[in-house]
């Protein structure tokens, strides 16, 4: 775990891809907001990080606390930054669901603050 949110605090694609299955799922609630979805596969996953480095500012003032049982594991933590098309700020405090199969990533599902993310992706008129 903590290699592969170091290789999404660095971007490392490559680093990333070798820590997940072929068939990754990646679910993301919620709509209006440029990550909602569920992404599939190395390609899905791979484009959800491109549109997430194109889209949205994040940081991660403080590293996520993780726990594990069996093939299940919780990962606990907060994100600030910015949707850049609107240049909203949010924060938003997360848990991602991580099922592990063969010691990697085989489904993440996240449970998120989607109000604050689309509070923040709302274009002001």
Known sequence: MKDFFKAMGSGDK???LSLVTEDIEWIVPGEDWPLAG???GHAGLASVLQKSKEDVEMT???PP???GAGDRVLVVGVATGKIKATNRA???EWVFDITVRNGKLTRIQE???TQALARA???VV
């Open 14 to 16: 490559q680093a990333l």
């Open 38 to 40: 569920t992404h599939r």
């Open 60 to 62: 991660y003032p403080k």
């Open 65 to 67: 606390r993780i726990c």
């Open 90 to 92: 949010f924060k938003d």
């Open 111 to 113: 449970y998120i603050d």
């Open 121 to 123: 992706s709302e274009t």
